[in-house]
C-alpha cells in the first residue's frame, strides 16, 4: 500500500515547479540545485531540471535568476517604521534622511507644526546629535523655537535617548523637583538645575502622555511595512519586545490580510504569561505569529552614551569623567528575571551592547542554568556590539546565540571609532569571524527602524566591513558570502526553533523564497547590496514581484 501512494504522489501534478534558476539551498550540506517543486504550500522536491521535471499545474522559469530561502529580520520592532512614516516627522540625517543642522531640524518640526491643531502633540524621529553640525541633542530651548503652543517630542535614531519642548514637560511634570528615574536620567542643565529636555532610556516619562495610537493607525502602518519588507525579500520578521496590545493588533492584522509576512515575537518582559505553554494562545489560527520568547535589557546604546562599557568611552559627554555607561538594572535583579522566565520554558533574548552589560547577562544565563539546566536553549544576546573574547567562549559554552546588529559597522562604524569607542574597540563591534571560528551561530539585524530593513545590505556589510565614508573597518572580522547569508536564512531559522520548516529549501519546509537577479556567491563582494529582489514568495504564493 505503501509503495502504490508513493508511486501515485511521484505521479500527481505538484501544484508549481521553479526550474531553469540557481538554488542556493541554505541546507547543512549547502547543496546547489536548479529546480524545486511544490505542493500544498511546502516544498515537495529539490533536485536537478531532469529530476524535478515539468509535471506542475504552473512552472515556472527561472530564467538563469537565483532562488534561496526568504530572508529573516531576525531583531526588529514591525511596524515601527510604519508607524514613523505615516504619523511623525523624520529627523534622521544622511544616509538615511536629510537633515544637517539644529535649524533643518527645527523647520521640518515647524513645518507639522503649522498644520497641527493648536495643543496636539508633534511627534519626530531620527535625529542624531552627532550628524548635526552642532554635535548635540536638541533642548527644549530649541524645540520651544518649534512651538509652544503644541508639546514636542522627538526620539534620537536609537530609540534609547529623546527631547521635549517645554510644554511637553510641562504636561509630563518633569521638572527641577522630579527624582531621577530608575535605569535612566533626566539630563539636568547645571547652571539652572532645570531639565534640558534630554531624557536618556525613562522615556515614558514623557511618552505615556502621548496621544494613544488607535487600531486603525496601527493596522495601516503594518500594511505599509508589509509592503516594504515583502520587496527586500523579507518572509519572517522577529519583533523584539512585543506587547500584549500589539499581540492582539497582530492577529487582527493577519485576520484582515494586512500583513503578508510571518511574525515571530519576542514578547516584552512585563508582557509574559508564566510558561511558554500559557503565551501559546497567543498564536494565529494560521501559525503566520507565534511567541518565540521573552525580551528583556540589560543597559541601553553606545551611541546615546547609554550602553555599559567594561572601560570608559573614548570621548567623554560633555561634563563627564571617566564615563562608561550605565546598567539598566542592578546583576542580581537580572538574574531573578531570567531564572524565572528560564524556568517557565522561555527562550530568552536580552539587549545588550557594551561589554559591561554582556558580562551581567552571561552571569544572568549562568545562574539560570545552574538553578535549572536545560538543554538547547538557544538563548540570545540582542545587538552583542562589543563582546571579548572571553566573552565569547563564555557564548560557546552556554550555548548563546547572538543577533548581531552589522548594520553598525555601515552606519555608525565611523564615529564608535572617532567618538565613542576609539580604534581598537570599534575595530572588533559584531566580532562574526571570532564567533565564527567558535561555532557559534548568530544572526544579522537592522533592528528597524533604527535602519532601514535590508537583510542584502546586512550581507554586504558583513563581507565587507565598510563604514558610510568607505573605509575598512576591522577587516579581520569579514565573513564570508555564504556565512551571511547563512546568518539571514538558515541560522536565523535555527536561532527561532524554526529550523525543521523554515530557511533552507528542503523537502518538507514552508515555501518561503526570495528570488534575486544574480547569484550572490558569484557577485564582486563591493555590489552585494545592488543585488536586486525580483519576487519574494511565501507558501508558494507571490507577496512581491519587481516590475
Known amino acids: ?28 550540506a549547502g547543496r546547489v540545485a536548479e529546480a524545486v517543486s511544490i505542493e500544498n504550500g511546502r516544498i515537495l522536491k529539490v533536485g536537478t531540471n531532469a529530476e524535478i521535471g515539468v509535471n506542475a499545474t504552473r512552472v515556472i522559469d527561472l530564467k538563469g535568476h537565483t532562488l534561496l530561502p526568504g530572508f529573516y529580520a531576525a531583531h526588529d520592532h514591525f511596524p515601527s517604521s510604519g508607524l514613523a512614516a505615516l504619523y511623525q516627522v523624520d529627523l534622521n540625517s544622511p544616509p538615511m534622511g536629510a ?11 515647524s513645518t507639522k507644526a503649522q498644520t497641527t491643531p493648536q495643543g496636539e502633540w508633534i511627534i519626530g524621529r531620527g535625529y542624531d546629535d552627532t550628524l548635526l553640525a552642532e554635535r548635540r541633542h536638541p533642548t527644549r530651548q ?85 509592503k516594504i519588507y515583502a520587496a527586500k525579500g523579507v518572509t519572517t520578521t522577529v519583533v523584539a519586545g512585543a506587547s500584549r496590545q500589539r499581540m492582539i493588533e497582530f492577529k487582527t492584522a493577519i485576520a484582515r490580510n494586512f ?45 546615546g552614551y547609554t550602553g555599559h562599557l567594561a572601560a570608559p568611552y573614548h570621548q ?39 561589554d559591561a552589560a554582556i558580562d551581567d547577562i552571561l552571569a544572568a544565563y549562568g545562574e539560570a542554568q545552574r538553578a535549572a539546566p536545560r538543554t538547547d536553549t538557544r538563548h540570545r544576546i540582542e545587538h552583542c556590539q562589543t563582546p571579548r573574547e572571553d566573552q565569547l567562549d563564555r557564548m560557546r559554552t552556554l550555548g548563546i546565540s547572538p543577533s548581531f546588529f552589522e548594520a553598525h559597522v555601515y552606519y555608525w562604524g565611523d564615529r564608535h571609532r572617532d567618538i565613542f569607542l576609539g580604534p581598537t574597540r570599534a575595530a572588533r563591534i559584531s566580532p562574526l569571524a571570532s564567533a565564527r571560528r567558535r561555532g ?47 546568518a539571514v536564512t538558515s541560522d536565523a531559522a535555527w536561532q527561532n526553533h524554526q529550523e525543521n520548516e523554515r530557511g533552507a529549501i528542503e ?13 550572490p556567491l558569484t557577485t564582486p563582494p563591493a555590489e552585494l547590496r545592488t543585488i536586486q529582489i525580483l519576487e519574494t514568495i511565501i507558501s508558494g504564493k507571490s507577496i512581491y514581484q519587481r516590475q
Open 1 to 28: 500500500m505503501l509503495l502504490l501512494l508513493l508511486l501515485a504522489s511521484s505521479l500527481s501534478a505538484a501544484d508549481v515547479i521553479y526550474r531553469n534558476g540557481t538554488v542556493l539551498t541554505m541546507d547543512a
Open 99 to 109: 537633515l544637517r543642522n539644529m535649524s533643518e531640524l527645527i523647520a521640518a518640526l
Open 142 to 226: 530649541d524645540l520651544d523655537r518649534v512651538s509652544t503652543q503644541h508639546p514636542v517630542y522627538i526620539v534620537h535614531t536609537s530609540g534609547h535617548l529623546a527631547a521635549a519642548n517645554t510644554k511637553a514637560l510641562a504636561i509630563a511634570g518633569v521638572n527641577k523637583s522630579t527624582p531621577q528615574p530608575k535605569g535612566g536620567r533626566i539630563r539636568i542643565d547645571p547652571a539652572t538645575g532645570e531639565p534640558t529636555g534630554v531624557i536618556e532610556e525613562s522615556l515614558g516619562l514623557v511618552s505615556k502622555h502621548l496621544p494613544q495610537v488607535t487600531l486603525e493607525q496601527t493596522l495601516q502602518a503594518m500594511r505599509h511595512d508589509g
Open 259 to 303: 500583513v503578508p509576512i510571518r511574525i515571530n515575537a519576542l514578547l516584552a518582559g512585563a508582557a509574559a504569561p508564566a510558561t511558554i505553554q500559557e503565551a501559546a494562545g497567543f498564536r494565529s489560527l494560521n501559525g503566520q505569529l507565534q511567541v518565540t520568547g521573552v525580551k528583556l535589557f540589560a543597559d541601553g546604546s553606545i551611541q
Open 316 to 354: 567623554q559627554p560633555e561634563g563627564k569623567q571617566d564615563y562608561n555607561g550605565y546598567a539598566l538594572r542592578p546583576r542580581a535583579e537580572l538574574i531573578d528575571q531570567v531564572k524565572r522566565l528560564h524556568q517557565g520554558g522561555y527562550q530568552i533574548a536580552i539587549h545588550g551592547n557594551g
Open 440 to 486: 557559534i551561530r548568530f544572526t544579522l539585524h537592522n533592528d528597524t527602524p533604527v535602519t532601514p530593513v535590508d537583510p542584502l545590505l546586512l550581507v554586504w556589510a558583513a563581507v565587507n566591513r565598510l563604514t558610510t565614508s568607505g573605509q575598512l573597518l576591522g577587516p579581520e572580522q569579514r565573513i564570508t558570502v555564504i556565512e551571511a547569508l547563512r
Open 507 to 519: 523537502p518538507g519546509h514552508v515555501a518561503d523564497f526570495v528570488i534575486l537577479d544574480r547569484n
